[in-house]
């Protein structure tokens, strides 16, 4: 598996306007460096102690993304330096996330995380609790957050149709949000969604952001 080889390739399949996300989670530091080598700059993590020991070792020019489920405790571990935590799902981690970028002294950026699967899942919003979130009166008073969009995962399946729909919905959700409470912000321009099997459809269907691990890093190496 050549890791350079791969994110090559994968680059020449991304438009410029579309963000590469390496996902990186469970790889070693050293994977990670020769994806850098090729000049990729962002890698998305899921775990926040690994995350959090990674970007104690690698270089400091890495911007790092929280893909996975956070819980309100480990906030304070990754609010000093990430750059986008995708998987917002209540007004609780918002507040949270909000708090420690006060303490830190910045603004953190979040993507609302959509339940858009057919599959059981635990976590992500629908319409109706997201636009519960952006009328509660304590939303308004986050100051030390920014909301720069959407994300979610499509079903695991071959079925490109289901897919198709689920990337759909999404968007449909983005453009709602957008015209009722960001209108007037220029930062709500993201939505993330489409990994290794799926983000050449996710891209067609509007997607800014995809994020990549097993078609660069192999299978997830779990200890």
């Known amino acids: 598996m050549n ?10 399949t991304i438009p410029a306007e579309v963000t590469l996300i390496a996902v990186s989670k469970t790889h070693p530091a050293e994977a990670l ?24 070792s690698l270089p400091k020019d890495i ?3 929280f893909i996975g489920h956070l819980q ?3 906030v304070k571990f990754i609010a000093p330096f990430i750059s986008l935590i995708h998987s917002v799902d209540s007004l609780k981690l918002l507040s949270e996330i909000n708090k420690e970028g006060i303490k830190n002294n910045r603004v953190i950026s979040c993507l609302l995380e959509f339940y858009i699967a057919s599959e059981e899942s635990k976590f992500g919003l629908d319409l109706t609790e997201a636009e519960a979130i952006m009328k509660d009166p304590r939303f308004k008073t986050l100051e030390n957050i920014r909301i720069a969009g959407v994300m979610g995962m499509a079903s695991y399946t071959n ?19 957008k015209s009722k409470y960001f209108s007037t912000f220029d930062d709500f321009k993201e939505i993330s969604m489409g990994m290794s099997g799926d983000y050449q459809l996710a891209i ?9 691990g097993s078609s660069i890093f192999g299978n997830r190496e779990y200890k």
């Open 159 to 177: 079925d490109e149709t289901i897919i198709q729909h689920e990337f759909k919905q999404l968007v449909s959700y983005f453009n709602q949000l």
């Open 204 to 212: 067609k269907e509007g997607s800014t952001m995809v994020r990549i």
């Open 63 to 65: 911007e790092w993304h």
């Open 33 to 56: 460096m020769e994806a850098y080598s090729t000049g990729q700059r962002i890698f998305g993590e899921n775990k926040v102690q690994e995350l959090c020991a990674k970007q104690l």
């Open 3 to 12: 890791i350079i080889d791969n994110l090559n390739g994968i680059k020449t």
């Open 72 to 74: 309100t405790n480990k």
